[in-house]
């Protein structure tokens, strides 16, 4: 059995249409610009931060070693003693190598585990890229014609035809040839039963009266 639809307003589909295609306008675009973070996040963790830390870690290694060689050269002069700045720029050295050494560590991780953490959510943007290219749409230009239709529907009179005419009797065609066939036979059949009237003329057009007689006058 087919489903009836219960519209009770048609202004509320147009409306209901409406902020669904400022929703499209507005979701699409920022979908997009999601998507292209992540891509851009990617590229940013494999080029730019791993080569950024990896050149930092070289910098620092670099940095502590001629802090430990001049440590080590006024250790072993016997002119002065060891500084204590010059211990103080050892410990900065390690330090900085340190921290330079846990960024890149940081980096090598998410590069290992950004498939597994991201890719499950970039699949899930896709489905709904999927809904607003396609679905949405569709869904949109079916609620136009739905209602333009409810709109011509609500625009014709229950009392009259599409046409203007009046509503074709129970038992005509649609057309109304076969009614009017049913009425002038109708009216034929009235006429030929009914009976000509004392004095009355048999064509009705006042002609010499028709004398009335029976069957014994007759015989």
């Known amino acids: 059995m087919p489903t009836r639809a ?29 998507s292209d973070n992540v891509i851009r996040a990617r590229g940013w963790l494999e080029s730019d931060r791993r080569v950024f ?23 072993l002069s016997n002119l002065r003693e060891v500084s204590s700045a010059e211990r103080m720029a050892v410990l ?15 980096v090598k991780k998410w590069n290992r585990d950004f498939g597994s953490q991201v890719e499950p959510l970039a699949k899930q943007l896709e489905k709904l890229q999927t809904v607003l290219v396609s679905n949405l749409p569709e869904a949109i ?37 076969s009614g009017d066939a049913q009425r002038v036979e109708k009216r034929r059949s009235q006429n030929h ?5 004392v004095g009355g003329s ?5 002609g010499s009266p028709a004398l009335p007689f029976s069957e014994e006058d007759s015989s």
């Open 6 to 34: 219960n519209v009770t307003s048609v202004e509320a589909l147009e409306s209901f249409r409406t902020n669904l295609i400022v929703y499209l306008s507005k979701a699409r675009p920022t979908l997009e610009e999601v």
């Open 53 to 75: 830390w990896e050149a930092q870690v070289r910098r620092a290694t670099q940095k502590l070693q001629d802090a430990q060689q001049a440590q080590f050269s006024a250790e």
């Open 92 to 106: 900065k050295a390690k330090r900085a190598l340190a921290g330079a050494e846990e960024k890149l560590k940081v």
């Open 141 to 177: 230009a079916y609620l136009r014609e739905a209602v333009k239709s409810l709109q011509a529907y609500g625009g014709v009179s229950p009392t009259t035809g599409s046409t203007g005419d009046s509503p074709v009797p129970s038992g005509d065609s649609p057309d109304g040839t």
């Open 193 to 197: 039963a009914s009976p000509i009237p």
């Open 202 to 206: 048999p064509t009705g057009a006042g």
